[in-house]
């Protein structure tokens, strides 16, 4: 019996040994790369990089770094590095399939950073997702709505769909469309559209506010109001054209009908 127990100390006491320091690398490794990765988005490692270009790196610091410190676990244990090789390998195929979707977001990712077609804090709309881009990791990029719900994209998705970035030009064209009853002239209705656009402080003068016809509707005449903005401007501008128009439209008598339709009853006898 002592020797049995002799036996069982000298490989229990190895591996308890082997388990503990492979438990205090894989915690200790975790928790340093974590705040690598939080110091380089925050900035504070890579100051005068591109923030989309930090996130990137930053998520694909951490991965990398993640597979070494597993890799070095699986080492501390013991387990024959050659046995690892031959049971990746063998599985070769499965994993292949697998990580089919990840690879494709992993190249979509580095063709964002590459080309650039958004950054962080831009506000885009792709893939039917509209909102704020917040991170562009390796292979996600999350979104955030203005109604703060947060969207993940897959970068793969990204990389093959139109993408529509709100931020990049410094200004925006607002287009208003009204609606004004046949009886009023076309000149004054534009006129007083123009007015309203001339009036508001945050609509840029150059280029000029443009008032047009837009369609000869069966009840009404359509009318499009252009006026330019800051980018940031752009709600600001739009909500003070549609009730400066609108009020203005009340002073001025202009109506804007409803849709109708002249129903005309034959009497048979």
Known sequence: MQQILNDLTAMIVPLAKDLVLAILVFFIG???????????????ILKNVDPSAASFIASFLSISLKIIIVVTIVAILGVPMSSVV?????????????????????????????FRPFRVGDYVDAQGASGTVRDISVFYTVLVTPDNKVITVPNGGLTNSVITNYSVKETRRVDVVFSADYKHDSDEVKAIMLAVANSCEKALKDPEPAAIMSECADSAITYTLRVWSNNADYWDVREALVSGVRKAFKDANIEIPYPQVDVHIKNEK
């Open 30 to 44: 975790f928790k340093v790369v974590n705040v690598i990765s939080k110091r380089i988005k925050s900035g504070k």
């Open 86 to 114: 031959a049971l990746v390998a063998s599985a070769g195929v499965a994993i292949g399939l697998a990580v089919q979707g990840a690879l494709s977001n992993l190249v979509g990712g580095i063709m964002i950073l590459f």
